[in-house]
């Protein structure tokens, strides 16, 4: 592989690198210039990224949680983590009722002309049984058009149109559909050029859906309304959904190997991605490439002749498409492990490089050591430490928010969103939408920061590490605009109404959303606002004096050197 310049000059860099150690004048060993060329050299010159991503979508494919393919794709990461010399575990989690595979599966128009149509259907929905050829029915838009068609529909497809019709019509016809029994439906996807997969894993053997449902391209439902109108002749369809339901409970399971540390192996360092994906396509970048970059920081790391101080456990969740099972299990399984980690490094966002992780004050000295070999490594993808006050927690749609709503340093990477929208569970998300040089890259920045953090004299910083809950004032907005008041809170004590309109917060105008809130959190416990009523302008205070929460926002700000 051609390196670019920046990459073959890191050499040179590390050789003058000398990271310091709290305590030390000099790096500890296991940092050294010499370790550090290793791993650069293992990841950028002997990249086996690709050949990782390569096996897991095109060997293994979509990787559905409580899929026959997914666990396949999981006996085949412990092997592979075993013949690493790892310790290795496939930990259970829990069940899902039904388990739910796909087999090959074809759509098209037979009549009159044949065209393969490109189309996605509801992952545990389902399937035809076996080729089902019947008359394309388009939606009627009038009630003489439902009149009509009322006789046609047994064993019939329906097209339902991109623009729905009159609602009564609609229903009508809806309440015919459910009670006639046609072949199945077909719709619109969401947008031009993209199928989105999605599905309800919570059903029942005994009690299976039974409609069938069918997403087709847009492009391509409009031209078979126009054709179902204009044809002179019938519009056939044929469908064939191999759709295979295996009765539960299915036991679904997390990839846990760990490379056993020297001076601290009960503390950690967690490298993860998830490996279930949404089942209508390869589920390439979402998230075959975490999970190949995960299992390539893995090998160049145990391949080095040295081992880590902090042991670096490396995890790859299923159910994280349906709620972040996998990974809440595994918080909720494991409290005793969570003083014990000092960092949570986990890649879920695509094949577009790492540029960059947040960290609080606290932590900075710690990353700037860390990331420094990251820093140096391609001037192509600069890499960034970004300030912030605190990490969130309450939220977060990947598998290191369980982790930050517990009190964990948890990171979910900086990586731009370009192109994300596009693939993220469509049919696009195969695995020429993966890019290797961001791959490759990607895996070594992940390789020299695990090992970085799993080397260093202390775990990662946690003081002030979470706010404290932020200030809420009781209400219900349009835009700046109060629609309504709760009782009992902040605002329906300081007399809001529903229709007032917020205009200032300590004095300053207030001109969005984005600004009310951080308006809010600032100064004392009595907060005034300017309100709109109607043609009047009046003054209010929102009090917090009781609020349990408030104590704690005080020396959070005051540690901050911020104001009140």
Known sequence: MRLHTSARLLPLLLAGLTLPVQGQDAAHPNVSAEILRQIQTEAIDNSKVQEWLWTITQEYGPRLTGSKLLDRAQEWAVKEFEEMGLEVELEQWGTFPVGFDRGPSYGKIVSPMEKDLVFQTTSWSMGTKGPRRGPAIAEPQTAEELEAVKEKLVGAWVVRRVERPDRKVRREFDKLCRETAILGTLRAGPENDLLVTSGNHMVKYGDLPKDVKIQVLRGQLADLVELCDSSEEPVELEFDLDHRFTKGPIPLYNVVATLRGTEFPDEYVFVQAHIDAWDGAEGACDNGTGTSTALEAARILSGLDVKPRRSIRFLLYSGEE???????????????????????????????????????????PQFERVFAPVQALNSDFPFTIHHVDAIRVGGG??????????????????????GYRFIHHTQHDVFSSASPEQQVHSAAVISLSAWGFANEDEMVDRTDMQAPPQRKMGVYLDGLSIRRVLDDTPAGRAGWQAGDEILAVHGEEIDSRRELSPALQRGGPEVPVRLKRGDEVIETVLDYSDDPDEEARARWRERRGQDG
Not at 337 to 360: E, Q, W
Not at 410 to 417: E, I, L, M, N
């Open 397 to 418: 749609s990947s598998d290191h928010a369980p982790f930050c709503n517990v009190g964990v340093p948890a990171f979910h990477w900086d990586q731009s969103p370009e």
């Open 322 to 364: 349906q709620g972040l099972y996998g990974s809440k299990k595994y918080v909720e399984n494991h409290p005793e492990l969570l003083p014990k980690i000092s960092v949570v490094l986990n890649h879920d966002h695509g094949t577009n490089y790492l540029r960059g992780i947040n960290a609080t004050a606290a932590m900075r």
